[in-house]
Antibody
Framework: QVQLQESGPGLVKPSGTLSLTCAVS?????????WNWVRQPPGKGLEWIGE???????NYNPSLKSRVTISLDKSKNQFSLKLSSVTAADTAVYYC??????????WGQGTLVTVSS | QSALTQPPSASGSPGQSVTISCTGT?????????VSWYQQHPGKVPKLMIY???KRPSGVPDRFSGSKSGNTASLTVSGLQPEDEADYYC???????????FGGGTKLTVL
């Protein structure tokens, strides 16, 4: 069974760049799955950020596209998220997840990232 | 504002059935059979309950069922149990330019 684990700073300064990594275990990142980032602001709903395939293809939420980069490191079986020019509105629990047919079947535990000076 | 519209709340008594709707457009729900539903208990990770409109992942009770008509998808929970009290989110594929859209979530209360 695939397991995912997010890691990265829990506090980012406004206008800075949020960087998170998701380590994948129990499966290969070179499988047919897509690898996603989803976030959830405190007390609010889920927001899809973007996804990457092992081929390197990416898709991003149009509302975040100008600030988001998702990349893959096959040698480490992990993928990463960078979100630039962050504001307090980017404060959220960030989840990594795998998906097939647009269904997110395996999720990481989530990591809270707070944007504050 | 979420791309898919869900009622903020729903409720039912133990043993009853409740249906949660999720309304989109012909560009998402109506155009593809890739609707998913997620259950999220407070402070917990979302759990996939339904995928491809009607399919249940292994381990999900058959009390949970999904359907779709036109631009609206539905999740029905039959034989409500106390542990079904949670937030439920729908999601749909919405084309190559914006592959994944979520609903705003529905808080299900078991009375």
């Amino acid at each position: 069974q695939v397991q995912l684990q997010e890691s990265g700073p829990g506090l980012v300064k406004p206008s800075g760049t949020l960087s998170l990594t998701c380590a994948v275990s129990g499966g290969s990142i070179s499988s047919s799955n897509w690898w996603n980032w989803v976030r959830q602001p405190p007390g609010k709903g889920l927001e899809w950020i973007g996804e990457i395939h092992h081929s390197g293809s990416t898709n991003y939420n149009p509302s975040l596209k100008s600030r988001v980069t998702i990349s893959l490191d096959k040698s480490k079986n992990q993928f990463s998220l960078k979100l630039s020019s962050v504001t307090a509105a980017d404060t959220a629990v960030y989840y990594c997840a795998s998906s097939r047919s647009a269904a997110h079947d395996y999720w990481g535990q989530g990591t809270l990232v707070t944007v504050s000076s | 504002q979420s791309a898919l519209t869900q009622p903020p709340s729903a409720s039912g008594s133990p043993g009853q059935s409740v249906t949660i709707s999720c309304t989109g457009t012909s560009s998402d729900i109506g155009g593809y059979n890739y609707v998913s539903w997620y259950q999220q208990h407070p402070g917990k990770v979302p759990k996939l309950m339904i995928y491809e409109v009607t399919k249940r992942p292994s381990g999900v009770p058959d009390r949970f069922s999904g359907s779709k008509s036109g631009n609206t998808a539905s999740l029905t929970v039959s034989g409500l149990q106390p542990e079904d009290e949670a937030d439920y989110y729908c999601s749909s594929y919405a084309g190559s330019n914006n592959p994944v859209v979520f609903g705003g979530g529905t808080k299900l209360t078991v009375l």
